[in-house]
């Protein structure tokens, strides 16, 4: 089967190909955090579901260029800067840094670029942009100074949120980045300074001022990837105004006709008791959060990934929790699975079933159906461990299924680096113990390891410690 993913604008299943000449290359744009705080586990549920498509992708064999910008210019990120009083780059740079670190926990694939909106390249594209959008006559400066978007001057606008227009263009219009569908209105691509922007603004031909968010995410996105994009990701509280506002901005500013975007991806939100987790309600938890409670990176992995993204995922402590059992049961096969396979190199995977973790995955990313194949993997194999029938060959090649599996879930266990001194010396007090068969104290201190966060397992080749 070929790869097929629900794109929000046709609202249906298509399927994913490159465009000629571009051999298996696909451009992908995922709209980045606004660096006004630390992104909260809601946002990260996006740039996990992203991160699926783009492993898989690859898994596939493309090659996925993919760009995700940094919002560190809009109405937040000046008012959180001029509530703390301090430059707009001062405040928004630990945000930007924090955000880098939580990535690399939850194991997400780097992009190829990060760009930011105040970079002075991004600026110029922008105003470059704003400027062939009056050319042709799609935007126009008001009295305020401010130059807007004409949406009357795009027919299509509404298009990918299915908005209907025909009562709407009433040439009112919103200066604010964030507005609903019921307020439909001209747009700002540009935003004349005020007093309270403070020291953040540009020179442009139409003044100093500042760019509207919209206008950034079209720049940049163009700018780095071209005139047409093959995916564009987001949560669905992208889709409008923030998409919408991309589209006609893009397709009115290029030559020629082809689309924006080919496909269009959006993930579900994250809830709370039933509300979107997000900052303003003040529901939500950070990455921070969560491994200060003793959480792991992977285990809210685990638990962003095994829902389907355009499903409702409401976000519980009992769903991490059910994280924690479900990647020990991984680890533990996994580890037995190292132990039937001794030295073996040659490989045969018993169960030609495995490849469905795959194919489920082309169905527009069915996580349960990959996931079901993957834990059914694991009893079968595991029933034949338990009568001694799964050969070394068979272990490796399930071994090198699961090395392909993890390419893509990016859920394998971290490496034991180094076993503290302390531990070390507990497991060969344990070892003389149950020399001495003083079971009681060889359980004492199994407690006494485990207190320091490691697990110690006896197997017929002695204790085996892992992370707890
Ligand atoms: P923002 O920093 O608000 O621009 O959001 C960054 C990304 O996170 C966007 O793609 C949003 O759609 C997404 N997002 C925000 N809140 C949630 C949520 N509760 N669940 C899933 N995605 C979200
Ligand atoms: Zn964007």
Same mark, same amino acid.
């Given at each position: 089967?070929?790869?097929?993913?629900?794109?929000?604008?046709?609202?249906?299943?298509?399927?994913?190909?490159?465009? %000629?000449?571009?051999?298996?290359?696909?451009?992908?744009?995922?709209?980045?955090?606004?660096?006004?705080?630390?992104?909260?586990?809601?946002?990260?549920?996006?740039?996990?579901?992203?991160?699926?498509?783009?492993?898989?992708?690859?898994?596939?064999?493309?090659?996925?260029?993919?760009?995700?910008?940094?919002?560190?210019?809009?109405?937040?990120?000046?008012?959180?800067?001029?509530?703390?009083?301090?430059?707009? $780059?001062?405040?928004?740079?630990?945000?930007?840094?924090?955000?880098?670190?939580?990535?690399?926990?939850?194991?997400?694939?780097?992009?190829?670029?990060?760009?930011?909106?105040?970079?002075?390249?991004?600026?110029?594209?922008?105003?470059?942009?704003?400027?062939?959008?009056?050319?042709?006559?799609?935007?126009?400066?008001?009295?305020?100074?401010?130059?807007?978007?004409?949406?009357?001057?795009?027919?299509?606008?509404?298009?990918?949120?299915?908005?209907?227009?025909?009562?709407?263009?009433?040439?009112?219009?919103?200066? %604010?980045?964030?507005?609903?569908?019921?307020?439909?209105?001209?747009?700002?691509?540009?935003?004349?300074?005020?007093?309270?922007?403070?020291?953040? +603004?540009?020179?442009?031909? /139409?003044?100093?001022?500042?760019?509207? /968010?919209?206008?950034?995410?079209?720049?940049?996105?163009?700018?780095?990837?071209?005139?047409?994009?093959?995916?564009?990701?987001?949560?669905?509280?992208?889709?409008?105004?923030?998409?919408?506002?991309?589209?006609?901005?893009?397709?009115?500013?290029?030559? +020629?006709?082809?689309?924006? =975007?080919?496909?269009?991806?959006?993930?579900?939100?994250?809830?709370?008791?039933?509300?979107?987790? !997000?900052?303003?309600?003040?529901?939500?938890?950070?990455?921070?959060?969560?491994?200060?409670? +003793?959480?792991?990176?992977?285990?809210?992995?685990?638990?962003?990934?095994?829902?389907?993204?355009?499903?409702?995922?409401?976000?519980?402590?009992?769903?991490?929790?059910?994280?924690?059992? !479900?990647?020990?049961?991984?680890? $533990? /096969?996994?580890?037995?699975?190292?132990?039937?396979?001794? %030295?073996?190199?040659?490989?045969?995977?018993?169960?030609?079933?495995?490849?469905?973790?795959?194919?489920?995955?082309?169905?527009?990313?069915?996580?349960?159906?990959?996931?079901?194949?993957?834990?059914?993997?694991?009893?079968?194999?595991?029933?034949?461990?338990?009568?001694?029938?799964?050969?070394? =060959?068979?272990?490796?090649?399930?071994?090198?299924?699961? +090395?392909?599996?993890?390419?893509?879930?990016?859920?394998?266990?971290?490496?034991?680096?180094?076993?503290?001194?302390?531990?070390?010396?507990?497991?060969?007090?344990? $070892? !003389?113990?149950?020399?001495?068969?003083?079971?009681?104290?060889?359980?004492?201190?199994?407690?006494?390891?485990?207190?320091?966060? /490691?697990?110690?397992?006896?197997?017929?080749?002695?204790?085996?410690?892992?992370?707890?």
């Amino acid at each position: 089967m070929s790869l097929q993913v629900h794109n929000t604008l046709s609202r249906t299943r298509e399927e994913i190909t490159p465009r %000629s000449g571009e051999g298996k290359v696909l451009s992908l744009y995922t709209c980045g955090p606004t660096v006004y705080a630390h992104a909260h586990i809601g946002n990260f549920r996006a740039y996990v579901f992203e991160d699926l498509l783009q492993r898989h992708l690859r898994e596939r064999g493309f090659i996925v260029r993919r760009v995700m910008n940094l919002t560190d210019v809009d109405d937040k990120t000046i008012r959180g800067a001029h509530a703390a009083g301090i430059a707009l $780059a001062d405040y928004t740079r630990p945000f930007k840094e924090a955000f880098f670190e939580d990535a690399k926990t939850l194991r997400l694939l780097p992009a190829e670029a990060y760009p930011a909106a105040t970079d002075p390249e991004q600026i110029a594209r922008m105003i470059a942009m704003i400027g062939i959008l009056m050319e042709k006559g799609n935007a126009y400066q008001a009295e305020d100074g401010s130059i807007y978007f004409r949406i009357a001057s795009f027919p299509d606008y509404g298009r990918l949120a299915h908005v209907d227009l025909e009562n709407q263009r009433s040439g009112q219009r919103v200066a %604010s980045d964030e507005y609903d569908k019921e307020a439909v209105a001209d747009f700002a691509l540009w935003k004349a300074w005020v007093p309270e922007d403070g020291a953040v +603004g540009w020179e442009s031909p /139409w003044g100093k001022g500042r760019p509207g /968010w919209h206008i950034e995410c079209s720049a940049m996105a163009t700018g780095l990837l071209g005139q047409t994009i093959d995916i564009h990701c987001g949560g669905v509280d992208n889709i409008f105004p923030h998409h919408e506002a991309e589209i006609a901005q893009c397709e009115c500013a290029a030559h +020629g006709e082809q689309p924006f =975007v080919r496909y269009w991806m959006h993930c579900a939100h994250l809830m709370v008791e039933g509300s979107k987790m !997000a900052k303003s309600a003040g529901n939500f938890f950070t990455l921070r959060d969560l491994i200060e409670k +003793g959480w792991t990176g992977r285990e809210v992995r685990y638990a962003l990934i095994s829902v389907h993204y355009r499903g409702a995922l409401n976000f519980t402590i009992e769903g991490l929790g059910a994280a924690r059992t !479900a990647l020990a049961r991984l680890d $533990a /096969w996994h580890e037995r699975l190292l132990e039937t396979a001794g %030295s073996e190199t040659a490989s045969e995977v018993p169960n030609p079933a495995t490849e469905g973790f795959f194919s489920a995955l082309d169905d527009d990313l069915n996580i349960s159906g990959a996931l079901a194949v993957l834990f059914e993997t694991l009893r079968e194999s595991n029933r034949c461990m338990d009568e001694e029938k799964l050969t070394p =060959v068979q272990a490796c090649g399930l071994l090198n299924w699961l +090395g392909r599996v993890d390419g893509v879930l990016a859920l394998e266990a971290d490496t034991v680096t180094t076993i503290p001194s302390e531990v070390e010396e507990l497991v060969a007090a344990r $070892a !003389a113990a149950r020399f001495a068969k003083e079971w009681k104290k060889s359980d004492e201190i199994r407690d006494q390891i485990a207190a320091l966060g /490691w697990i110690v397992k006896d197997t017929k080749d002695g204790q085996k410690l892992t992370k707890a």
